[in-house]
């Protein structure tokens, strides 16, 4: 278990913050394991490929686009005000 980090090491080495770490989206691309009910960590393997893979500092969500609508199309589809 001596290659296992915890959420303040990863988010200290890919430089944010550690909320970011904890989210399902990262836990997954991380390969993130549980340790106990809230124990989580990562093998230091698998974030040295995440890097290798340059997905740090890329949001893991999908763009927006915009369809030709102006701004107020945008928000009225999607329920924001």
């Not at 995440?50 to 589809?77: C, F, M, N, W």
Request: with cysteine; charged share 25%.
């Amino acid at each position: 278990m001596s290659n296992a980090l915890k959420v303040k090491d990863v988010a200290r080495i890919l430089n944010c913050s550690e909320s970011l770490v904890r989210t399902p989206a990262m836990l997954a691309a991380l390969g993130a394991f549980r340790i106990g009910k809230r124990g989580i960590r990562f093998h230091h393997d698998l974030l040295k490929a995440y890097i290798a893979r340059g997905q740090v500092g890329h949001a893991e969500k999908t763009p927006v686009t915009d369809e030709g609508g102006s701004r107020s199309d945008l928000t009225d589809r999607h329920g924001i005000w």
